[in-house]
C-alpha cells in the first residue's frame, strides 16, 4: 500500500474520532455536571524505505475536562453542587460503585434518594433510603436530615450520609454509561470537610461556542484527508498505466 494513502487514512480515522467525541460534548451541553471529553492525537514515525518524511496519526489517551461548569441557583434543596475535584457516589446497573457530579436529585416511590438519571446514591452503607418525611435537607458535609412525615419541624432526624469521594491522587475514566471510575478499579476515598452545595446545580463545562468552531475545523480536515486519499489513489493508478504502456 502507497505509504501517503495509508498516512491519509490515520488521519481521517483520527479526525472521525475526534468528531465523535466533540459530537458528544455537544449533545451533552445541557446536562448538569457532564465534563466534556479530550482526545489526544499522536504522531508516530513510518517506518520503512524511502524518505522519512511520512507520519501516522495513532489514538492518544482520553481525559475529561476537570474544569468546574457554571453554577445555577435553584433554590431546590434537592438539588446538590460539589466542589471541585469532588465527586458523588452513585450505583452502577452491575450494582457496582461508580461517580458522577449529576447533583439533581430525587426519592423514588420506594424512598430511595437517586440522580434524576436513576442512579441510586450510595451512603456509608449502601443505596441511601429514606423513611416518609415532610422535609429532606442535605447538609454541605453530604448529612440527609429529614421531618419524619406528621412531625412538627423542630424535629429533625439523620437518616444518612451522601458518599462524597475525592478524585486526589487517581485518574478517573469515563465508562460507556457515562459515569466515572478510576482507572485502577479501587474505590475512591471519601471527601473530607464541607464539599456539598446545596440549592445549586452545576452546569456543563462545554464550551458551546468553541465546540461548534472546532466541529467545523474538524470538518474541513476530514475533507482534506479525503482528498489526500483520493490523489494518492489517482496518482498509484496513473503509475500503474505507465507502467502497462512500456
Avoid at 493508478?237 to 512500456?246: N, V, Y
Amino acid at each position: 500500500m502507497d505509504k501517503s494513502l495509508y498516512v491519509a487514512m490515520t488521519g481521517a480515522s483520527a479526525t472521525l474520532r475526534s468528531q465523535t467525541a466533540l459530537s458528544q460534548n455537544i449533545a451533552n451541553i445541557s446536562t448538569s455536571g457532564f465534563k466534556a471529553l479530550l482526545t489526544q492525537t499522536d504522531a508516530f514515525k513510518v517506518e520503512g524505505s524511502g524518505m522519512p518524511t511520512r507520519t501516522d496519526a495513532v489514538p492518544g489517551a482520553e481525559d475529561f475536562d476537570h474544569r468546574m461548569g457554571p453554577l445555577m441557583t435553584t433554590g431546590n434543596e434537592l438539588d446538590v453542587a460539589l466542589q471541585e475535584g469532588h465527586w458523588l457516589a452513585v450505583q452502577d446497573d452491575q450494582g457496582g460503585e461508580a461517580y458522577t457530579r449529576f447533583g439533581e436529585l430525587e426519592v423514588s416511590a420506594n424512598g430511595v434518594l437517586m440522580t434524576k438519571s436513576g442512579r441510586p446514591l450510595l451512603g456509608q452503607d449502601g443505596p441511601l433510603t429514606v423513611p416518609p418525611f415532610d422535609k429532606l435537607t442535605i447538609g454541605n458535609d453530604g448529612t440527609v436530615s429529614i421531618v419524619p412525615q406528621g412531625q412538627s419541624a423542630q424535629t429533625l432526624a439523620q437518616v444518612g450520609r451522601l458518599r462524597v469521594v475525592s478524585e486526589e491522587g487517581a485518574e478517573f475514566k469515563r465508562g460507556l454509561d457515562g459515569l466515572m471510575r478510576r482507572a485502577d478499579g479501587q474505590a475512591a476515598p471519601p471527601s473530607a470537610g464541607d464539599v456539598v452545595m446545596t440549592g445549586v446545580i452545576e452546569g456543563s463545562n462545554v464550551n458551546a461556542a468553541q465546540s461548534l468552531v472546532d466541529m467545523i475545523a474538524l470538518s474541513r480536515s476530514f475533507e482534506m484527508q479525503v482528498r489526500s486519499i483520493k490523489t494518492a489513489d489517482e496518482n498509484a493508478r496513473a503509475s500503474a498505466s505507465l507502467l502497462r504502456l512500456s
